[in-house]
């Protein structure tokens, strides 16, 4: 239980780690995110923000009219913010994993054209998460960095080949490099060394450097906008005490996570997003 806690609690610190099950709980999040906002967007989060501007809600005499206006704009603000953060986070994450992937699946259709499609593509798939989660900018044409995950990689290929074919791992090693049973190595230390060098150059690219750039200001303008909401919140003649109670919980979990410190960016965060799910059932 100690060690997988410790597991977990790794994976949680890196939200890139596809390998561990919180890692792919957070971007399964993150995608669920974009689509959520984005239809929130679309189905009245801004019109409502639109509507309390327009009818001068906000200048309000009325104090009531005034905090309602406030929810409205920084819902909206909230759900926009999230939602392209969310997307180019996705975007960025997909640019990698598709480029590894398809590095992978060349050098291996190159090298082993008696492989079957559905071989590949499995063995491409799991040198491509191994690119994902180990591959950084600075790792292009530095592939000997990698040697442990390589010869790893080297046994996970095989297995994928057999199986793939209802053959045996010997079979399997002459099927991957056409009857050289030795060449089956050093076709796995290609497709791997094609993934890290494509993924690793992804990481680098425009996207993920904007994505990188665009994320630290995301996450104080959020942070501001569920203050702004926690304020309406409490003004809020309506909102129950538990309302109020996670709105401000959540308000506290956001400066957390804006701070973008290590750990403690990611426990805000966690800590935002339930105390967010709570309150919504107030």
Known sequence: MKDNFAKSIEGGKNPKDLDNGLGRLGKANTALKGGIGASALINGEVSDAYKAVSTGGLSSSNPEERSDALDALAGAGKTSTETLKAG?????????????????????????????????????????MKAFNHADAGDVGTAEKFDALKKASRSSTTDIAAKAHGESNNKAQRRLNQGVKTGA????????????????????????????????????????????????????KDASPGKKITAWTTAAGSVLAATNIPVVSQVGAAFSTVSDLVGSFF
Not at 211 to 217: I, N, Y
Request: proline residues 2%; hydrophobic residues 45%.
């Open 88 to 128: 180019l986070e996705t975007a960025r994450d997909l640019e990698k994993y598709g480029s590894a992937a398809r590095a992978a699946n060349l050098s291996l259709k190159a090298a082993a054209p008696d492989l079957s499609l559905k071989g590949r593509l499995k063995i491409a798939h799991n040198l491509s």
């Open 185 to 236: 190595e050093k076709t796995a230390d290609s497709a791997f060394d094609a993934a890290i060098d494509k993924g690793a150059k992804a990481a680098g690219g425009k996207l993920a450097k904007f994505a990188g750039r665009f994320v630290p200001g995301a996450n104080v303008a959020i942070a501001g906008f569920d203050i702004a909401t926690a304020i309406a919140t409490s003004n809020s």
